[in-house]
């Protein structure tokens, strides 16, 4: 699974409104849709006096995510910012990989 912070913006205070009227709704039904197959939403954080909520989410795929944020996307217009993330581990092993590839460079002859 591959992690994924999301920025969620609303247009303008009315949808935000009415998708806040839904996800209240959702929440007490228990039938918000925040985890399933490839798909789990780790937090949601939401920004008093702002148009935002941040969102922290594992996926196996994009068409997952799609999954989980279009619905909301078409009925209140919202915008999403989506940036894959890494945890320490995760960035310690790319760094790692980097300067391997680096010096892997230099003995191919790509740099000088």
């Known amino acids: 699974m591959n992690t994924f912070f999301v920025t969620a913006t609303f247009k303008n205070t009315a949808l935000m409104a009415s998708a806040y009227d839904l996800f209240l709704k959702v929440i007490e039904d228990g039938t918000l849709n925040d985890q399933f197959e490839g798909f789990k939403v780790i937090g949601r954080y939401h920004a008093s006096y702002s148009n935002n909520v941040f969102i922290i989410v594992e996926a196996s795929s994009h068409i997952k995510m799609t999954e989980h944020f279009a619905p909301w996307k078409v009925k209140f217009d919202i915008d999403f910012e989506i940036k894959p993330v890494m945890n320490d581990e995760e960035k310690i092993a790319e760094h790692k990989l980097v300067g ?4 892997s460079e ?7």
């Open 106 to 112: 230099k003995t191919m002859g790509f740099s000088n």
């Open 100 to 103: 391997t590839l680096i010096s």
